[in-house]
T-cell receptor, first 118, second 114 residues
Framework: DSGVTQTPKHLITATGQRVTLRCSPR?????VYWYQQSLDQGLQFLIH???????AKGNILERFSAQQFPDLHSELNLSSLELGDSALYFCASSFAGTSGGRYTGELFFGEGSRLTVL | QQQVKQSPQSLIVQKGGISIINCAYE??????FPWYQQFPGKGPALLIA?????SEKKEGRFTISFNKSAKQFSLHIMDSQPGDSATYFCAASMLDTGRRALTFGSGTRLQVQP
């Protein structure tokens, strides 16, 4: 158990709909990352939040948005869904700190939310 | 460039054999190279990591070999077991505009046959 909780685990919806995926990071972790993993594909970085602020955007579509709340949980909103949006969506958290000046920002991944768009 | 190129895409190894997965990078600003292991239906989990000031790191049956001059690193799994069957991702990390950025390779699906 990584300590990162994602809900829902599975979601089936129709094209054109909107869904919200939720992530609770590990206790003490300030960074939350969202990744998309399509069938037989690698991990595509979507967006990174640190302590409530957006820090970086990757290959995130304009139809997608995210936010990180004061309690550090994060939500990924997917709207106007298309068939091609069917994928596993992972949240990962990290302390992103240092120990003795050396990087210690291991990413801890949740078990993902499997989205199926019909 | 922040790409990390990983090969092979898939690998079949007999039980007891050695599995080798290779990665290459271009950006010399990368300073931390982790490997993640992902079982079906699970999220990736950190397996082993190395910094560029060492050429090799070993943890049990898993070894990272790092060649700084060639900008390549590889994962060796000794005495491969069916339980090692998973997808493996190499990654590289660097400081980018004040934040840590992690770039993943495309993944290698390893199948260890009994």
């Amino acid at each position: 158990d990584s300590g990162v909780t994602q809900t829902p685990k599975h979601l089936i919806t129709a094209t054109g709909q909107r869904v919200t995926l939720r992530c609770s990071p590990r206790s003490g972790d300030l960074s939350v990352y969202w990744y998309q993993q399509s069938l037989d594909q690698g991990l595509q970085f979507l967006i990174h939040y640190y302590n409530g602020e957006e820090r970086a955007k990757g290959n995130i579509l304009e139809r997608f948005s995210a936010q990180q709340f004061p309690d550090l949980h994060s939500e990924l909103n997917l709207s106007s869904l298309e068939l091609g949006d069917s994928a596993l969506y992972f949240c990962a958290s990290s302390f992103a700190g240092t120990s003795g000046g050396r990087y210690t920002g291991e990413l801890f991944f949740g078990e993902g939310s499997r989205l199926t768009v019909l | 460039q922040q790409q990390v190129k990983q090969s092979p895409q898939s690998l079949i190894v007999q039980k007891g054999g050695i599995s080798i997965i290779n990665c290459a990078y271009e950006n010399t600003a990368f300073d931390y190279f982790p490997w993640y292991q992902q079982f079906p239906g699970k999220g990736p989990a950190l397996l082993i990591a190395i910094r560029p000031d060492v050429s090799e790191k070993k943890e049990g049956r898993f070894t990272i070999s790092f060649n700084k001059s060639a900008k390549q690193f590889s994962l060796h799994i000794m005495d491969s077991q069916p339980g090692d069957s998973a997808t493996y991702f190499c990654a590289a990390s660097m400081l980018d505009t004040g934040r840590r950025a992690l770039t993943f390779g495309s993944g290698t699906r390893l199948q260890v046959q009994p």
